[in-house]
């Protein structure tokens, strides 16, 4: 008698629960439909707030400073960084360029040379009259400068900017040393790479938009009712993009990469919300006939409660970014999530105020649906899972492979067009010099002439090392400190330090050339333990040790986000386990193709795929679960059940996917610089891959997980009546 009586009570306690709760979220919901009716009545106030916000916003992204060295988002403890900052600090420059010149008289060099160093922010310029006047054979030359400056008929010299290799002045600074020289000049290096990059960038981000705008209005012509929707939702999501990069300068500056991305993902991303706002408002326009404000604040309340959950795991895989000790990861990362947040914000506040305000020529421009129904297509699914989950298993192990045996390129060159004036320099460098690479050595004052002789010799027998030059090697070692010239020493010593130069042969990101940085290293500190090696491909190779770490951390960190996200909201254990193992299937698949077309990949993509993908497409997942949740508590069978949420979502996953791989596509196909197309080809791709898994692997994994979804998870079960509960 005392049992059925503790049962009552706990079921009475329960019963006030769920009453408590359902009171606070009709609560919530009226404050919301407020919200709502507020916006609608105030339509056109919100339209002038909006375009008011736009001045700011332009003010804001014209002051953002873009950073198109990818390098110096290398954390500022790395020893390779700290060189750089010594450079400046001590020696008054950041970077150089190595000018290869060909068929010139010497005396031509020499005032070609004078001329360079006339250019604003050129500290000074390294040759052969640095050390002796020009009407002094070069055979006086000491052997190893000989060979460093001269091979035939070609010459280099080495300019010394007094800024860092990505610095407006440093730029600007190659800009005019190219004006000034001749066809016969190539000026190599790293600042030539990035200023290349810049004009690239500077040309191609306003045609990505365009693209990525166009292909979406297709998509949006094709899959919406009306000729004038489309437009009103790339005009909402074109502010929030405008809204995002103003508001960027809280940021100081940010990545061309991350600037050249934020409108085609913004895009991507958020135009689900757009659809399902005007999918609710009609909706609601059946239930409150004739009062459209009011059916508007219930589409604002259903679209605010709908997208709220769709856009956490969004945003969670772009901060998964921000865990990244590259932080270019948090450059992307903050940008990106900032613009989910101010597309949702957009969503629910200017697109209702203008979808009422052309809700006239919205109506008069409705015509049939030109998608097919896809009905027949879902039974055809559903009913045979079994094809797709063979398919699943037959793929799954190769694309396991291909995912984690996929390389990764690091050399930034290699991601821009060869016909670039950087890299026919940098090629004309490795052909007339055979030279790759410049490390310097800031070497800790300290040493005597013997030991620094002794230290060049064992770093000139090191694999691909061409030659090694300091102070001394410019009068010859025999020579006292005395005989070198005050202006050569004033340039390559500071109160602390002592610069040399070392020629490699490897070229930068490759296995010969980390080995043969870790030997120089070695070495060097056997000699200095303050002492250190830095330059392009001494920060590459970290760059290499940086982002490799930086890969499976952002990877756990985004799983493990959405896993919970999932978890907390469909209360289940089972569920996140499905739902992140069939993207991350669709995600090892996507990776895998470059690897079976023997391509590699820039290492950027990698790292950014796997959290923008997850984030981005498990809503597919999510939104088809949610439908079978229902069915499930609604008393449904298994098959009906999922019949049913296949049907009613694929229309919608289908439009979602197509959307993505619209605004990024193009922009993969246009664009010159790898860097960005490689990301984008990666996510159109992903796009495609992740919706067409969402639809045949996930009904079939449902299918086979059924009972043990039922039993992990809370609202798979008929709830039970009044009258059940007290029987």
Not at 97 to 125: F, G, N, P, T
Not at 504 to 521: G, H, L, P
Request: with cysteine; net charge neutral.
């Amino acid at each position: 008698e005392i049992m059925p009586s503790l049962v009552g009570s706990e079921m009475c306690i329960r019963d006030r629960n769920d009453q408590t709760v359902s009171i606070i979220k009709k609560e919530e919901e009226k404050k919301m439909i407020k919200v709502g009716k507020w916006i609608a009545k105030h339509k056109i106030l919100i339209i002038i707030i909006g375009i008011a916000l736009l001045i700011p916003s332009y003010l804001g992204m014209a002051a953002t400073r873009i950073n198109y060295d990818v390098l110096s988002y290398l954390p500022d403890t790395l020893e390779t960084v700290e060189g750089q900052d010594i450079m400046v600090d001590q020696f008054g420059m950041g970077a150089f360029s190595m000018i290869v010149v060909e068929d010139m008289e010497l005396k031509d060099v020499a005032a070609l040379k004078e001329k360079i160093e006339a250019v604003d922010h050129v500290k000074k310029v390294l040759w052969y009259d640095s050390v002796l006047d020009v009407s002094v054979p070069v055979e006086m030359l000491p052997k190893d400068l000989r060979e460093a400056f001269f091979n035939g008929d070609a010459t280099m010299m080495i300019a010394l900017f007094d800024n860092t290799t990505s610095s407006e002045t440093s730029m600007e600074a190659v800009t005019q040393i190219r004006k000034i020289t001749s066809k016969n000049c190539f000026v190599s290096g790293m600042t030539g790479i990035v200023t290349d990059i810049k004009q690239i960038a500077l040309k191609e981000m306003p045609i990505y938009v365009v693209i990525a705008s166009c292909l979406s209005l297709i998509v949006l012509l094709l899959a919406m009712d009306s000729l004038v929707v489309p437009v009103l939702f790339l005009l909402c999501i074109g502010v929030a993009v405008l809204y995002n990069l103003g508001s960027n300068i809280f940021l100081g500056q940010i990545s061309y990469i991350t600037k050249a991305l934020t409108a085609v993902l913004q895009l991507g991303v958020t135009m689900d919300y757009s659809i399902f706002l005007l999918n609710s408002y009609e909706e609601n326009k059946k239930r409150f006939e004739g009062d459209k404000e009011r059916a508007m604040a219930h589409a604002i309340n259903a679209t605010f409660k709908s997208v709220i959950g769709s856009s956490i795991t969004t945003v969670a895989g772009f901060i998964a970014l921000c865990f990244m000790t590259f932080s270019l990861g948090r450059d992307m990362g903050i940008v990106m999530a900032k613009g989910v947040v101010i597309g949702v914000l957009c969503c629910v506040t200017l697109l209702p105020a203008l979808v009422l305000t052309f809700d006239g020529a919205i109506e008069k421009t409705t015509h049939k649906p030109l998608l097919p129904s896809f009905d027949k297509a879902s039974a055809f699914i559903t009913k045979h899972y079994k094809v797709w989950l063979i398919i699943f298993l037959v793929m799954l192990f190769p694309a396991i492979h291909g995912n984690n045996n996929l390389k990764n390129y690091y050399n930034i060159d290699k991601s821009l067009p060869s016909t670039l004036d950087s890299n026919v320099a940098n090629a004309k460098l490795q052909e007339t010099f055979n030279m790759n690479n410049v490390h310097m050595v800031l070497l800790k004052k300290g040493l005597t002439s013997k030991e620094k002789t002794e230290m060049l010799d064992q770093i000139k027998d090191v694999d691909g090392v061409k030659w090694a030059l300091g102070m001394d090697s410019f009068v010859g070692a025999a020579f006292p400190d005395t005989m070198i010239p005050s202006n050569l020493k004033k340039m390559l010593e500071s109160d602390e330090y002592e610069m040399e130069f070392i020629c490699s042969k490897y070229k930068t990101a490759t296995d010969e050339v980390n080995n043969q940085i870790d030997e120089i290293q070695k070495i060097v500190k056997g000699y200095s333990p303050e002492s250190m090696v830095i330059g392009e491909a001494p920060l590459t190779k970290d760059l290499q040790d940086v982002t490799d770490v930086d890969l499976k951390t952002v990877n756990t960190i985004s799983i493990l986000a959405i896993f919970i996200i999932i978890m907390v909201v469909f209360k289940s254990i089972s569920l996140p386990f499905i739902l992140v193992a069939v993207i991350e299937f669709a995600i090892f698949v996507n990776m895998s193709v470059p690897y079976y077309q023997g391509k590699e990949v820039v290492f950027v993509a990698s790292i950014v795929i796997g959290c923008i993908q997850l984030g981005a497409t498990v809503d597919y997942a999510i939104l088809m679960t949610s439908r079978y949740q229902k069915e499930r508590g609604l008393g449904k069978s298994k098959k009906e059940s999922i019949a049913i949420a296949h049907k009613t979502s694929m229309k919608s996953i289908v439009i979602s996917g197509c959307s993505f791989f619209a605004a990024t596509f193009g922009v993969g196909l246009y664009t010159q610089v790898d860097m960005i197309g490689s990301i984008t080809n990666l996510l159109s791709r992903g796009a495609v891959i992740s919706t067409l898994v969402v639809l045949f692997i996930l009904p079939a994994m449902f299918m086979i997980f059924d009972s043990l979804i039922c039993h992990t998870s809370i609202g798979f079960a008929k709830k039970k009546s009044a009258k059940e509960k007290k029987q």
